[in-house]
């Protein structure tokens, strides 16, 4: 059990240290694709800090098998986005306001309205096409859907490539694999990106395995583990990753960063569920999608009628991840609505 807790504890070290070279190696690579902040956080750093949470319900589903790896594939799966659109919210919100705190910035995100409101339009339609798929009994048009949504993500990237403005990411820290170098060639910033990814994958893979043993002594319900557990420990480079960048101001990096990963959850992780489950929703995973659709819905509505984004609304997301976990903890299991 100590052994357990340690690891886990040089897991967080090792996703910590993968995220800054993540970070900064990320924004060498848009600079050099000349990309704006849009597509360097909603693409390159939403996609690439995604990998984790999505390798866990394919290895879960196609590699293990069986009901219980089913149940848990779809747990992975749901959890992502509700983590990103509660917990990360609010440890995103919660830093700008500790950060504000010590006069390093104000409350204000500096955002790009038009690239976030974008994000999040695509997850609240694909969300909801996702939930909607669990009434369907009809495995055959589950396909036609996971299709669909597939074709959808595709499209999502054409028009955030094409909207954006290139050469967005300002003032460059030195990439760490090459600190003497005024411009770093491609090829350091694409093993430098490569070697965070690799870092990171592996202490989520720590993280999650050795959080999964302190689960199983403490007798924690293995959906529980897949809905709750799971996704909050692959959702973290996302979280540090965005702490990192509103730590400089770069708010439209930091938050394309989760609607980004948003997105592509809602659209690759869920059509592999379409496929290859029956994608038979109970009312933990059902509430959990509702709870996201809710929270991404108060930061969308925040920013299209106001205009403006405060970490304090971002803030709220924690407010809606301790709703879900009363929800599990109260809610009887043998209680079923549907």
């Known amino acids: 059990m100590l ?55 394919i290895i879960a589903i196609v590699f293990v098998g069986g009901a219980a790896a089913e149940e848990i594939g779809i747990g992975a799966i749901l959890g992502a986005p509700f983590m990103l659109s509660t917990a990360a919210f609010f440890v995103t919100g919660f830093a700008v306001i500790i950060f504000s705190g010590r006069g390093r910035r104000n409350t204000l995100m500096r955002v790009n309205t038009t690239v976030l409101g974008r994000d999040m339009r695509f997850f609240l339609t ?17 396909i036609g859907v996971a299709i669909f949504l597939l074709g959808l993500y595709v499209y999502y990237v054409m028009r955030t490539l ?10 460059l820290n030195p990439l760490h694999f090459a600190r003497g170098v005024a411009v770093p060639g491609l090829t350091m910033v694409v093993l430098q990106v490569l070697v965070a990814l690799g870092a990171i994958i592996l ?26 557990i799971a996704p909050l420990a692959t959702e973290l480079p996302e979280k540090f990753n965005s702490v990192l960048w509103v730590r400089e101001t770069k708010d439209t990096l930091a938050l394309g960063n989760i609607s980004g990963a948003m997105v592509f959850q809602s659209c690759i992780p869920v059509s592999v569920g379409l496929l290859l489950t029956p ?28 205009g403006v984004l405060t970490a304090h609304t971002l803030a709220v997301g924690g407010l809606f991840y301790l709703t879900y976990i009363a929800f599990v903890i109260f809610v009887p299991a043998a209680w079923n609505p549907f």
């Open 203 to 228: 202490g989520s893979r720590i993280f999650v395995g050795n959080m999964e043993a302190v689960a199983h002594v403490a007798r924690v319900s293995p959906l529980v583990l897949s809905l709750i």
């Open 126 to 142: 694909v969300y909801v096409i996702a939930a909607a798929c669990a009434f369907i009994p009809w495995h055959e048009v589950k």
């Open 279 to 306: 994608w038979e929703l109970d009312k933990y995973t059902i509430f959990s999608v509702v709870i996201a659709l809710a929270s991404t819905l108060l930061v969308f509505n925040t920013m299209r009628t106001r």
């Open 162 to 171: 094409g909207g954006d403005e290139g050469s967005g990411a300002g003032d």
């Open 3 to 57: 052994g357990n807790i340690l690891m886990l504890v040089v897991s967080i070290g090792i996703i910590l240290v993968a995220c800054e070279l993540f970070t900064n190696g990320v924004e060498w690579l848009g600079k050099k694709l000349n990309l704006g902040e849009g597509a360097v956080g909603s693409i390159l750093a939403a996609v690439g800090t995604a990998l984790p949470e999505t390798l866990l319900p």
